[in-house]
């Protein structure tokens, strides 16, 4: 052990120690905060590092259920956080995200030409609160105006956010709670007559430069939410719950193979719905950097583009990707110039709780083992739902905000924000 290992050791002591920083970790962070609750959060890796900095930002209102013409209560659920997260946004929500601007109130779904497309499930979405809505010729957005007779184009009011924004409003939101880790040690349970909870040993790399200069951090924390993705279930295991985490797991993985594409691209936020209740393709256009920038001045657009290509795509390599990517995008959008646009692709895994047929639970999916809560929100969207879950669960076991020392958290390292995975260094453009 090197001797700074033991100079450099921090102490915190809180109600809730939160190991991951994605937006589930993040918001509940916020929300248990604003409950009166002291937390501090351990992040590996950059802040929405993992899932939450490749998601397409989409704040799902429950349109994949008027595609399939369910109405139910998980539909209802959906429905609800639209709503909910641009109250956060007004700045008059649970959390205050007035820092962040969607960059699309709405989005829009078009049907693939030459294809009956099926989207019997239209009158669902009257039963709840996702409206979509045919438009008309002149209201369509640019990329779509151009869509021959028989092509449907329909607006869907579902916000779209940019993911990178988000995260920066919410670390600000958070200030210095969150605390670069290299890993997290130990998860100690309570012992008998122990009534200070939990004990988290974790590390953390105090030079970016020097492998060596490594710090110690002891937490002292009553509640522990795991709350690391596909991390989770090697937390779980640490902190003495591995039976959860031995198979059948708690948790699955449903893995994509994205898009991205870069060129002279109009702006689309947009679904293209096919012969399957499940979108063919998934278009968003995330603005370049962290202000938030809208592209539509810009000659160079980034589209980042999921939905059944990258489902399917699993085995394909990157050439083979992009290729099938620009078939699929001359098929569905023929009247859109591809001259010049260039692709990347790459590979990320889903992490939910996991259901009998391995498909998307409806809802966000907590467990909770003693002073240990697991979390996977299921969705970008569901944060505020699981957050929910999370204050319930420290209301009622029992927790009342107790005394915290966190004076040390000032001293960092602090964790920083993910780049788009297609702006880092050494990007692939095919
Ligand atoms: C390509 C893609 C597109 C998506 N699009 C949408 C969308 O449009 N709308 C929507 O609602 N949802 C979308 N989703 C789903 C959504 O992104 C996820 O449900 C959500 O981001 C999961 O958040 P999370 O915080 O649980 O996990 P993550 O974002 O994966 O965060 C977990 C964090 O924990 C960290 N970690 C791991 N192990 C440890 C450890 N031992 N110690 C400390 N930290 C650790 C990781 O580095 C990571 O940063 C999409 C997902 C993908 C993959």
Redesign the pocket.
């Known amino acids: 052990v090197p001797a700074e290992f033991d100079l450099m050791r921090t102490r915190l002591q809180c109600d809730l120690a939160i190991?991951?920083?994605?937006?589930?970790?993040?918001w509940s962070l916020a929300r248990a905060r604003e409950a009166g609750f002291s937390a501090v959060l351990?992040?590996?890796?950059?802040?929405?590092?993992?899932?939450?900095?490749?998601?397409?930002?989409?704040?799902?209102g429950g349109l994949k259920y008027a595609l399939s013409g369910q109405a139910t209560s998980a539909a209802r659920a959906i429905a609800e956080m639209p709503a909910r997260w641009l109250n956060a946004l007004q700045g008059r929500g649970e959390i205050d995200l007035s820092a962040v601007r969607p960059y699309a109130d709405h989005q829009h779904l078009w049907t693939a030409p030459g294809l009956a497309a099926r989207f019997a499930g239209l009158a669902a979405s009257h039963a709840i609160r996702t409206p979509v809505a045919k438009v008309g010729k002149a209201d369509r957005p640019e990329a779509l105006a151009e869509a021959p007779f028989g092509v449907g184009v329909y607006r869907v009011d579902e916000p779209?956010l940019p993911v990178r924004t988000l995260l920066d409003a919410l670390a600000q939101l958070i200030g210095p709670a969150a605390l670069a880790?290299r890993?997290?040690e130990a998860i100690t349970p309570p012992g008998a007559g122990d009534a200070d909870g939990l004990r988290i040993e974790?590390t953390t790399q105090t030079d970016p430069e020097n492998e060596a200069a490594v710090a110690a951090i002891k937490i002292r924390a009553r509640r522990v939410l795991l709350?690391?993705?596909?991390?989770?279930l090697?937390?779980l295991a640490l902190a003495g719950h591995g039976g959860l985490a031995r198979p059948p797991a708690v948790m699955q993985r449903r893995p994509?193979h994205?898009v991205v594409a870069r060129g002279a691209l109009p702006v689309l936020n947009a679904h293209c719905v096919g012969a399957s209740a499940k979108p063919r393709l998934?278009i968003?256009t995330p603005p370049d950097d962290a202000s938030g920038e809208d592209q539509r001045t810009r000659h160079q657009r980034t589209w980042?583009i999921?939905g059944q290509l990258?489902e399917e795509g699993l085995q394909r390599s990157p050439a083979q990707q992009a290729q099938v990517a620009r078939q699929e995008l001359e098929a569905c959008l023929p009247w859109v110039k591809l001259d010049g646009v260039r692709f990347t692709t790459g590979h990320?895994?889903?992490?939910?709780g996991r259901t009998a047929d391995g498909q998307k639970p409806d809802w966000p999916v907590t467990l909770a083992e003693g002073p240990v809560m697991v979390?996977?929100?299921?969705?970008?969207?569901?944060?505020p739902l699981l957050a929910d879950k999370v204050i319930e669960w420290l209301r009622a076991s029992g927790l009342s905000p107790g005394q915290a020392e966190l004076s040390a958290l000032e001293l960092g390292p602090h964790a920083s924000i993910?780049p788009y995975p297609w702006d880092e260094a050494g990007v692939a453009w095919l």
Do not use: Y
């Open positions: 190991i991951g920083g994605g937006i589930a970790g993040l351990l992040a590996k890796g950059p802040l929405g590092a993992g899932q939450t900095i490749w998601s397409q930002g989409i704040i799902h779209v880790i890993s997290v974790a709350a690391a993705g596909a991390g989770n090697d937390l994509l994205m998934t968003t980042l999921g990258a990320v895994d889903r992490a939910e979390a996977w929100p299921t969705k970008l969207a569901f944060a993910a």
